[in-house]
């Protein structure tokens, strides 16, 4: 077996774990080489973290979110002031704040398909939606959800929805019934 000389230095803290794990491994040699193979086998087991995980870390460190579950949720859709609330998302730019959020820029500077993928995801991890996608037809994308939530939610998601295309300068028309929503997203 091939072998190659290291010289390098540590810190004092990996120092002492060095030398407490030489008297266990017998030699400086054999515990850097336990240690890098196990490094190498954690390294595998753990495979990194899906663009929705790291998204997650995100907004628990923003503290923006609260959870719920799903038939409250839908209990207090049904029974709010629906434009108030549509009102409050508009006023607070809150799915462009998380748009900027997922991809770490200005919503300003997203492309539009950013907006539209930051828009999907941030849907789906909510878990307000079943199905969200788009198509691109051309002059438009096609935007298509699918909830159980009821008229309600998608008429205040639709109003949501219409802001943040708004905000980003590009015209989009929605039409909506109780569990589907469909918005056509105008190329500038």
């Known amino acids: ?9 540590i810190s004092q803290k990996h120092w002492e774990l060095l030398k407490k794990h030489t008297e266990k491994f017998e030699t400086q040699q054999k515990t850097l080489e336990l240690a890098l193979e196990n490094l190498e086998k954690i390294l595998k087991l753990s ?25 409250a949720f839908k209990f207090l859709i ?25 991809f770490q820029k200005p919503f300003a500077e997203c492309n539009l398909n950013e907006v539209i993928d930051g828009l999907i995801i941030n849907l789906k ?28 939610f998608s ?8 802001n943040v295309f708004k905000t980003y300068g590009v015209k989009a028309d929605s039409t909506f019934s109780p569990k589907t929503i469909f918005v056509k997203i105008f190329k500038s």
Do not use: C, Q
């Not at 077996?1 to 230095?9: A, G, W, Y």
């Not at 049904?78 to 997922?102: A, G, P």
């Not at 199905?131 to 935007?143: F, S, W």
């Open 125 to 152: 991890i909510t878990n307000w939606i079943d199905t969200a996608d788009y198509i691109d037809n051309g002059y438009y994308y096609k935007l298509i959800i699918t909830h159980d939530l009821g008229s309600t």
């Open 47 to 71: 495979p990194e973290l899906t663009s929705e995980e790291k998204y997650w870390i995100r907004l628990k460190r923003a503290k923006s979110l609260v959870i719920i579950e799903k038939t």
């Open 155 to 162: 008429k205040m998601l639709t109003l949501s929805i219409e």
């Open 78 to 102: 049904e029974t709010t002031d629906i434009e108030l609330l549509s009102e409050l998302f508009i006023r607070n730019k809150t799915v462009e704040y998380t748009i900027e959020l997922y």
């Open 1 to 9: 077996m091939k072998t190659h000389r290291i010289s390098t230095t």
